[in-house]
T-cell receptor, first 114, second 112 residues
Framework: AQSVTQLDSQVPVFEEAPVELRCNYSSSVSVYLFWYVQYPNQGLQLLLKYLSGSTLVESINGFEAEFNKSQTSFHLRKPSVHISDTAEYFCAVRLNQAGTALIFGKGTTLSVSS | EPEVTQTPSHQVTQMGQEVILRCVPISNHLYFYWYRQILGQKVEFLVSFYNNEISEKSEIFDDQFSVERPDGSNFTLKIRSTKLEDSAMYFC??????????FGEGSRLTVL
């Protein structure tokens, strides 16, 4: 079965600083990888995804993640964070088969202060 | 943009009562899911549903839980006899096939 480990439960950072949220996955077969974001008292929104092709994927608000198969990682990065990026970030994995379940990591709380 | 809608947004119930949470998935999606998030904890998979039957379920999804697609649009989660530990946010999700899951805003269940 596949699993996801998010190595940092909380990441405090100052505004305009760079940030990296780490994610490692475990699976014996090919997987799809995702980052979801959850703002306080809201649902889960897709931030970015890796299905195939280029291993570097980007979101519209400046986040990027790189799929590294040899290290089984999918770390999330942003070169300069804003206060509005404060949220819970979940890394998730699913098998590359139609209809399979999405398995989440425990989440990383990103707290951006001025 | 199409979205997954869930009702109610918040339900308070007494222990032992039955609860039904409702979801309307995106119309051309084929796979439907329920997830649970206990306050401050991870998002946990409960069950997936395809072609009018359960395709996968977790160990959390015991006999107290059931799912149904009673008509062409609704997808429901029923908890037969609620326990205090069922208090959580329940998320419905859907997908067409291989890509991301689209989540609703959630239904917060409080069991007293």
């Amino acid at each position: 079965a596949q699993s996801v480990t998010q190595l940092d439960s909380q990441v405090p950072v100052f505004e305009e600083a760079p940030v990296e949220l780490r994610c490692n996955y475990s699976s014996s077969v090919s997987v799809y990888l995702f980052w979801y974001v959850q703002y306080p008292n809201q649902g889960l929104q897709l931030l970015l995804k890796y299905l195939s092709g280029s291993t570097l994927v980007e979101s519209i608000n400046g986040f990027e993640a790189e799929f590294n198969k040899s290290q089984t990682s999918f770390h999330l990065r942003k070169p300069s964070v804003h206060i509005s990026d404060t949220a819970e970030y979940f890394c998730a994995v699913r098998l590359n088969q139609a209809g399979t379940a999405l398995i989440f990591g425990k989440g990383t709380t990103l707290s951006v202060s001025s | 943009e199409p979205e997954v809608t869930q009702t109610p947004s918040h339900q308070v119930t007494q222990m032992g009562q039955e609860v039904i949470l409702r979801c309307v998935p995106i119309s051309n999606h084929l796979y439907f899911y329920w997830y649970r998030q206990i306050l401050g904890q991870k998002v946990e998979f409960l069950v997936s549903f395809y072609n009018n039957e359960i395709s996968e379920k977790s160990e959390i999804f015991d006999d107290q839980f059931s799912v149904e697609r009673p008509d062409g649009s609704n997808f429901t989660l029923k908890i037969r006899s609620t326990k205090l530990e069922d208090s959580a946010m329940y998320f419905c999700a859907s997908t067409r096939d291989f890509g991301e899951l689209f989540f609703g805003e959630g239904s917060r269940l409080t069991v007293l």
